[in-house]
């Protein structure tokens, strides 16, 4: 059974770095084949693509946040980590790391963690 | 690639056939999914590949579509398909979603 839980810090600052974990079990990101996605969601808004990370480290990154998101993996914990860099208030959201499924020549978001609402304000 | 979803919102009636369509501002051969969202809870996936239907989802649910037009379809809308509807594009980075379509029973 794949699971897949965000942890990380519920309020931050403007200007500070935001770290967020995803700590998953089921499946492991040193398998061939297999990846780990975040995906965010402003209150009321639209789901956005932030970053991926596949099981041989290869990245992808939003072009319009690529300078400020990093994501790496410890296959030995099961985790994903995913830092934003100079947060601001617009970046308030629901954080999400999902599991790619991936089938035919392309991937697809299959398994989900339950999501973690960070605040960013003063 | 941008996806433009309509209708934004709709409301119908339990039992009505309910179609959402997803249009990409690019061709993206049949690299599209459906997920289907309830208020505080993550996405479902649904459909993935445009039309492959998501183990576990009823079969009411139905998608189509290739290169630019997509759409997902309910034969006989239930209660619990309340929520909010989003489309997936992955055929090429950076992936991107539609801008939500809003389901209500009537």
């Known amino acids: 059974q794949i699971t897949l839980k965000e942890s990380g810090p519920t309020l931050v600052k403007p200007t500070q770095t935001l770290t967020l974990t995803c700590t998953f079990s089921g499946f492991s990101l040193s398998t061939s084949g297999v990846s780990v996605g975040w995906i965010r969601q402003p209150p009321r808004k639209a789901l956005e693509w932030l970053a991926l990370i596949y099981w041989n480290d290869d990245k992808h990154y939003s072009p319009s946040l690529k300078s400020r998101l990093t994501i790496t993996k410890d296959t030995s914990k099961n985790q994903v980590v995913l830092t934003m860099t100079n947060m601001d208030p617009v970046d308030t959201a629901t954080y999400y790391c999902a599991h790619r499924h991936c089938t035919g020549g392309s991937c697809y978001d299959d398994y989900w963690g339950q999501g973690t609402l960070v605040t960013v304000s003063s | 690639i941008q996806l433009t979803q309509s209708p934004s919102s709709l409301s119908a009636f339990v039992g009505d056939r309910v179609t959402i369509t997803c249009r990409a501002s690019?061709?993206?051969?049949?690299?599209l999914a459906w997920y289907q969202q309830k208020p505080g809870k993550a996405p479902k996936l649904l459909i993935y590949?445009?039309?492959t239907l998501q183990s576990g989802v009823p079969s009411r649910f139905s998608g189509s579509g290739s290169g630019t037009d997509f759409t997902l379809t309910i034969s006989s809308l239930q209660p619990e398909d309340f929520g909010t509807y989003h489309c997936q594009q992955v055929n090429s980075y950076p992936i991107t979603f539609g801008q939500g379509t809003r389901l209500e029973i009537k």
């Open positions: 690019q061709a993206i051969s049949s690299y």
């Open positions: 590949a445009a039309s």
